[in-house]
């Protein structure tokens, strides 16, 4: 049984190169898979190719996965510790609390590009983390309820206010929004790319080495305490865990829906999500996942890309609408 | 099982305890102590406060007043991990919705064994599949434990607090849904395990049966202690539970050398409660 799960996970782990390595050679301009890995190996014959591949292509794609991996992880972490199979990385308001923060530093400085745009984005969703887990801390009972209910309020309490702003300022604000209800990879840079992996490493590591206590959460509070689980301390540490990957990765490439929700679902139906290598698979499906999906976003309009943000929740719907048709056919 | 003559430590003991819920008591002055190895079933009606004093005990809610000791030290001194290595709870929540297999149930009693980066060795998963032939479920192994009959996921969960090595097994109700042949294999399988049990009983007849000691709250107080032929009485029946009863004792009793007493149950209490005497 274990060792089928460890070749599941290196099966899964040669996919993802691959898919990275075809992700390379798609985009606007024309490159072959030869081409890719002639640069890999540094000896491209067309030094263009080449930029395009190394500065434009890989940041770009590694940022995919990455973020691919993160909201997966994230996904699955708060649906285990809230036990909703609903639960989603943005359904606390984390990226609501990003387009707030972008909008307000729009308004009040003017500036609507660059990298600080990203700042203000992070501090929106840090500080809607901090909201929430002051909220969720101040809970005895029921604090399941509390931090589902508290998040969802403030979603909609920051969705409020920047659309209180917008409606103020002027249209190109509203073009400048867009990026971040909708998401987008291109502003991936290799300048950039040491914090996403830095914080997803880190809390994927954090929750690996968690793994039992959160696998534990499944069996209810009572029985969590049970087994010597600080439950109410714990929660909170798997939200900040969570919330970083996503206050970050929103401040990187804007909100992408769906993702979080479903890959968790997807990686269940195979492998059980009690063993190591269940996480791992997660978190790779998450990446490969995402890696296409920016290839689709790239090649579906000549000339165009299209949002990701679109095309997962898209795919995201469908998918969900397949899963009710065959559950009820199941039964 | 234990020695006549020397009077051990208890490995459990309760003293004074009180817990309110606001400005309800839920429970009030509650004091008893379980020796090692017995076996004690806690009596009551619904809403006595079983679960409350069980909840006292696992270290899920902290008393008003009143100190709980296992084996000696008061709980609340004892870590969180600590504890949980040395009692384990079987309760009636179960997991939902994540397909977790029976197996990682079942290993998820090393939790609190087990340091943070710390993998699942070899002699780990020996334990496990220990645990898993034990409670006779080897063959469900791989299968979701969504997929198991109600039974079958206490006697996993059973499983699961083999795997953490208790000396004191508390159990909450361990069997109500059960089928009455469920109930009985349960509840001899917990007997076999050779550790102590306090267990919540709501069947009167299977308490008496398998209990060395019984214990009995009514209204948030211990109303009456002892082995099972002290307690089930016709007069506790109807002090505590409201019904009329006759006790009898077992046809078993002689086989298996201990008076077993045994509960039948009058019934016409439509017409006026003096009815169902006989």
Redesign the interface.
């Given at each position: 049984m274990q060792k089928n799960n460890y070749a599941a996970v290196i099966v899964t782990l040669f996919f993802g190169f691959t898919s990275i390595f075809i992700a390379l050679s798609f985009g606007a301009a024309p490159s072959k898979f030869i081409d890719v890995y002639h640069s890999l190996i540094g000896q491209g014959h067309d030094p263009f190719i080449e930029r395009i591949i190394w500065q434009l292509r890989m940041p770009r794609t590694l940022l995919a996965f990455l973020a691919g991996s993160g909201l997966a992880i994230a996904g699955l972490i708060l649906q285990t510790v809230t036990r909703n199979p609903l639960a989603d990385p943005y359904l606390f308001g984390i990226s609501s609390g990003a387009s707030f923060g972008v909008v307000c530093f729009m308004t009040i400085t003017g500036i609507s590009a660059g990298i600080s745009m990203s700042a203000a984005a992070f501090v929106g969703s840090l500080f809607t983390m901090l909201l929430l887990v002051f909220i969720a801390g101040r809970a005895s009972r029921g604090q399941v309820e509390t931090m589902l209910l508290a998040g969802v309020a403030l979603s909609f309490l920051f969705s409020a206010f920047t659309s209180l702003l917008l409606y103020f300022s002027d249209p190109q604000a509203i073009t400048a929004i867009l990026f971040w209800t909708l998401g987008s990879f291109a502003r991936a840079q290799w300048a950039t790319l040491w914090l996403p992996a830095l914080v997803i490493l880190s809390c994927t590591a954090i929750m690996m080495s968690f793994r039992r206590q959160l696998n534990a959460m499944l069996l209810g509070d009572e029985s969590a305490v049970t087994l010597g689980i600080p439950v109410q301390r714990f929660r909170l540490l798997m939200l900040i865990l969570s919330s970083l990957i996503t206050a970050v990765l929103v401040a990187m490439c804007g909100g992408i829906g769906f993702v979080g929700l479903m890959i968790p679902h997807i990686v269940r139906f195979f492998v059980s999500q009690g063993t190591p290598s269940g996480l791992m698979m997660t978190a790779l499906a998450g990446g490969i996942f995402m890696v296409w999906v920016d290839v689709l976003s790239r090649i579906l309009l000549t000339n165009q890309e299209l949002p990701i943000g679109v095309i997962t929740s898209a795919i995201g719907s469908i998918f969900f609408l397949s899963l009710l048709y065959f559950r009820k056919r199941e039964s | 099982m234990q020695s006549p003559v020397v009077t051990q430590p208890p490995l459990l003991k309760v003293t004074e305890l009180c817990w309110s819920v606001g400005n309800t008591t839920i429970l009030q002055n509650i004091a008893f102590a379980i020796k090692p190895g017995q076996f004690v079933g806690l009596l009551g009606p619904n809403g006595a406060g079983k679960s409350s004093l069980l909840?006292c005990l696992?270290?899920?809610s902290k008393p008003g007043s009143g100190e709980v000791s296992f084996a000696g030290q008061n709980i609340w001194q004892l870590?969180?991990?600590?504890?949980?290595?040395q009692?384990?709870?079987v309760?009636q929540?179960?997991?939902?919705?994540?397909?977790?297999?029976l197996?990682?149930?079942v290993?998820?009693?090393?939790?609190?064994h087990?340091s943070?980066?710390s993998?699942t060795t070899k002699a780990d998963k020996q334990i496990i599949l220990q645990a898993i032939e034990q409670v006779g479920l080897s063959h469900h192994?791989?299968q979701?434990f969504d997929s198991l009959s109600g039974g079958e996921k206490q006697r996993a969960l059973i499983a699961r607090s083999i795997v953490?090595g208790p000396k004191l097994l508390?159990m909450d109700e361990p069997t109500s849904h059960l089928d009455i042949k469920y109930q009985i294999q349960l509840m001899e399988l917990a007997k076999s395990l050779n550790v102590t049990v306090l267990a919540s009983f709501h069947d009167l007849n299977l308490a008496a049966s398998m209990c060395d000691e019984l214990l009995v709250i009514k209204q948030g107080k211990l109303v009456a202690t002892g082995t099972p032929e002290q307690v089930i009485t016709e007069k506790m029946l109807s002090d505590v539970f409201g019904v009329c009863a006759e006790v009898s004792a077992h046809p078993q009793s002689e086989q298996l050398k201990k008076v077993i007493p045994r509960i039948t149950y009058f019934y016409g209490y439509q017409g006026g409660s003096a009815n169902a005497k006989k």
């Open positions: - | 909840r696992y270290r899920y870590s969180a991990d600590e504890y949980a290595k009692v384990s709870v309760l929540e179960t997991p939902s919705q994540f397909n977790l297999s197996y990682d149930v290993s998820l009693g090393l939790t609190p087990k943070l980066f993998s192994c791989k979701s953490q508390i």
